[in-house]
T-cell receptor
Framework: GAGVSQSPSNKVTEKGKDVELRCDPISGHTALYWYRQSLGQGLEFLIYFQGNSAPDKSGLPSDRFSAERTGGSVSTLTIQRTQQEDSAVYLCASSQGATGANVLTFGAGSRLTVL | AQSVTQLGSHVSVSEGALVLLRCNYS??????LFWYVQYPNQGLQLLLK??????LVKGINGFEAEFKKSETSFHLTKPSAHMSDAAEYFCAVSPHTGTASKLTFGTGTRLQVTL
């Protein structure tokens, strides 16, 4: 597509429920990233996929968080047993390559509210 | 480990006044540096990037930034603010070596433009 597409744009869930957030990157972009944006916290790196390499999961805050990328394209971020502190905007980004100079193109984000 | 510090979580300027948003980085070697802008309910959009070519980088919407190694700074400026510049601005750093363009973001500066 023309840009990075994320769904849902808004999700309200109850504490303890599982949620799935979807990211459709720009066609042809080999690298895909998930970030979390919490109020007053800036952007926190979660996970990074590059081609067929093993993902860099170093930013995932707990084992309740997981992500997969199928066929080198669409990615799903799953949060199990959601907690109120998981409330944030989850941003997905993609880039053509994976060098430090590559520009990330961001989606509009998925706003998660855990009640 | 790399990091960026943005001084001032909120900056207010009058329309037509100079915009100066501060960013200092911490890195053992000069990294790649970026400024992104986020308008309400939107994803992040690249304003400009420094990749070790010219130290004065010009970006979109009249913004520019100067890389100063001696000061480890990459401040963002615009000579004359416009109402449409009101947004949140993020400075980010990426490693100069390795293969991951995993950005580390500052906590952001919200720019308010008043009449």
């Amino acid at each position: 597509g023309a840009g990075v597409s994320q769904s849902p744009s808004n999700k309200v869930t109850e504490k303890g429920k599982d949620v799935e957030l979807r990211c459709d990157p720009i066609s042809g972009h080999t690298a895909l990233y998930w970030y979390r944006q919490s109020l007053g916290q800036g952007l926190e790196f979660l996970i990074y996929f590059q081609g067929n390499s093993a993902p860099d999961k170093s930013g995932l805050p707990s084992d309740r968080f997981s992500a997969e990328r199928t066929g080198g394209s669409v990615s799903t971020l799953t949060i199990q047993r959601t907690q109120q502190e998981d409330s944030a905007v989850y941003l997905c980004a993609s880039s053509q390559g994976a060098t430090g100079a590559n520009v990330l193109t961001f989606g509009a984000g998925s706003r998660l509210t855990v009640l | 480990a790399q990091s960026v510090t943005q001084l001032g979580s909120h900056v207010s300027v009058s329309e037509g006044a100079l915009v100066l948003l501060r960013c200092n980085y911490s890195s053992s070697v000069p990294p790649y540096l970026f400024w992104y802008v986020q308008y309400p309910n939107q994803g992040l959009q690249l304003l400009l990037k420094y990749t070790s070519a010219a130290t004065l980088v010009k970006g979109i919407n009249g913004f520019e930034a100067e890389f100063k190694k001696s000061e480890t700074s990459f401040h963002l400026t615009k000579p004359s603010a416009h109402m449409s510049d009101a947004a949140e601005y993020f400075c980010a750093v990426s490693p100069h070596t390795g293969t991951a363009s995993k950005l580390t973001f500052g906590t952001g500066t919200r720019l308010q433009v008043t009449l």
